[in-house]
């Protein structure tokens, strides 16, 4: 089984503060997770002053405002994510964030030179941001929540044509399928891209959850696929894991009761560190697919299986029959699955009451 990359989202849980984004990364790094990620955008780009905010934001934060107020006291200047970064070095643990605008998207690729982007869900129909993301040559992680298997597709379309042309052909429709449809193309998908089953809702339902999607967007396109999960607990993100998912990327905050949009549906810290450390066991336990007895077995092998006993005495050159055979454990003689075989020969020697047959 492939390493699953574990992203712990940290994303606008910070509520604006620097200090508590700090703790957040010391969070993340103590509960093991490879990638603690957060979210890059500008309000004044990202949306218009008088949208109203998603029905689980006003419900969540309980605040009548635009999602632009809103989205204004969320925002990380650019020097937070310097020293961001720099914590993330010191302590050993991947720094991502998610752009949701050109002006962040630079920002990551040309300031904090990211190798590595996060398309989020709400912005695979964003054909400027995908394009651009894909001229830099950089790694994708495509979330794909609200979106539908031809809208996954236009997404890669666009972004393999990002990759093969670096911006040295006008974009067309014509020339995105080209690209998808190309070799060349499938191969630098393959290289480049992962995708993440998701759904868009905060918490999100376990009967809206679908993860056999996964394995239809990994039968169609050939791609690594994981799971961002937006559901209460992590039985979820757990059912993902056994079923192949690459990655797992999952909310956290320091505490439920903060206030901010996206606290209600995520993990606190201990529950960080126990999904982390059940999707290691999980990672162990699905193993080599190979059946046969594990070397932690073989010491049981013996005490659990049974042999074949002599049930009473039994003269040498005696006809065996049924009854004179009893099967019990230890397994130190002939199998049981011989016994019939046994049957109806000559004993070649004496048996005394419980001695074994070999």
Known sequence: MTKVKIIAEAGVNHNGDIELAKELIDVAYESGADIVKFQTFNAKDLVTTEAAQAPYQSRNTKIK?????????????????????????????????????????RFLIEELKFKTLKIPSGEITNASLLLESSYSGN??????????????????????????????????????????????????????VSLLHCTTDYPADP??????????????????????????????????????????EKHFTLDRNLKGPDHLASLEPLELGILVKSIKNIELSVGDGIKSPRHSELENKRVARKSIFA?????????????????????????????????????????????VFK
């Not at 099967?327 to 049957?343: V, W």
């Open 139 to 192: 790694k994708l992680i495509i979330s794909t929540g609200m979106a539908t298997l031809q809208e996954v597709e236009d997404a890669l379309s666009l972004v393999a044509f990002g990759y093969l042309t670096k911006g040295h052909e006008a974009p067309s429709n014509a020339g995105f399928k080209k690209a998808f449809n190309s070799n060349e193309g499938k191969e630098i998908l393959e290289e480049k």
């Open 65 to 105: 405002e635009s999602q632009y107020e809103m989205l204004k006291r969320l925002e990380l200047d650019k020097e937070s994510h310097f020293i961001l970064k720099d914590k993330c070095q010191k302590l050993g643990i991947g720094f991502l964030s998610t752009a949701f605008d050109l002006e962040s998207l």
């Open 207 to 248: 009967q809206d959850i679908n993860l056999n999607a996964m394995d239809t967007m990994r039968n169609v396109f050939g791609l690594p696929v994981g799971y961002s999960d937006h559901s209460l607990g992590i039985e979820i993100s757990l059912a993902a894991v056994a079923k192949g998912a690459h990655i797992i």
């Open 311 to 355: 049930a009473k005495k039994i003269k040498k050159g005696e006809l065996i029959t049924e009854e004179m055979l009893s099967i019990k454990r230890p397994e130190e003689g002939l199998s049981p699955m011989l016994i019939y075989d046994l049957i109806g020969t000559r004993a070649e020697k004496n048996y005394e009451k419980d001695e």
